[in-house]
């Protein structure tokens, strides 16, 4: 898996996650303004709540696709590290944690759709977090 | 427009923006780490080391010369 990392980021593969992992929280922010507009807390003239909540979608399935082989990359190449890298490791399983119970949620346990803003920020604060205690470092570093 | 039309058109917006958002992320992160990633890196040791070694084979052909024209009555 190493060598297929390797092969395939031509020997990048933390500059490569660097920049999945900024384009996954970029669209995060993102995501956070089509759900505003898509509860009716904003209500631009030229969104719809409608368009705003498929458009959340759509993205929401991008993100999820990027962080899995982002995190795919990460354990594979780098596999749990301890020390410095704790905060990271954490967040991130947190993260995926929190990422698939919103996917349930959203997909089979309609049940509990009243906690999808409560879940929603949470995947975005640790998201922000994963990518602070990682990318953010790397960039700030250079 | 009618509504289903509107619906559309702004779906597409809106992904068109994500898009955007993703371009310039890109390009913007890829500026930051700049042409110091490893494979440049890697390119450009053996640029030099290719230097190197064609600087070190002139002048072992020229010793050989030297030593040519000197052995030679």
């Known amino acids: 898996m190493e060598d297929l990392i390797d092969s395939l980021t031509r020997g990048n593969p933390t500059e490569v996650k660097v920049v999945l992992a900024s384009v996954v929280t970029a669209l995060a922010v993102y995501q956070l303004v089509l759900i505003a507009v898509g509860y009716g807390k904003l209500r631009p003239p030229f969104l719809g709540a409608r368009p705003a909540s498929l458009a959340h979608r759509a993205s929401g399935d991008a993100i999820v696709a990027i962080t899995v082989v982002v995190a ?23 993260l995926l944690v929190a990422l698939a119970l919103k996917v349930a949620v959203v997909r089979r346990l309609h049940g509990l759709s009243r906690y999808l803003p409560m879940i929603g920020i949470t995947v975005f604060a640790l998201l922000v977090l994963t990518w602070v205690s990682s990318a953010g470092q790397f960039l700030a570093d250079r | 427009m009618d509504g289903a039309r509107l619906n559309i058109a702004q779906l597409i917006g809106s992904l068109v923006v994500a898009a955007a958002i993703v371009a310039v992320v890109i390009v913007a992160v890829t500026a930051k780490l700049g042409p110091t990633s490893t494979a440049e890196l890697e390119a450009r040791e053996e640029a030099r080391d290719a230097r190197i070694d064609a600087r070190e084979e002139r002048l072992e052909q020229r010793e050989e010369r030297r030593e040519d024209r000197t052995e030679a009555p």
């Open chain 1, 72 to 94: 795919v990359m990460c354990l594979s190449y780098y596999g749990f590290e301890e020390g410095d890298k704790a905060l990271h490791m954490v967040a991130g399983t947190a």
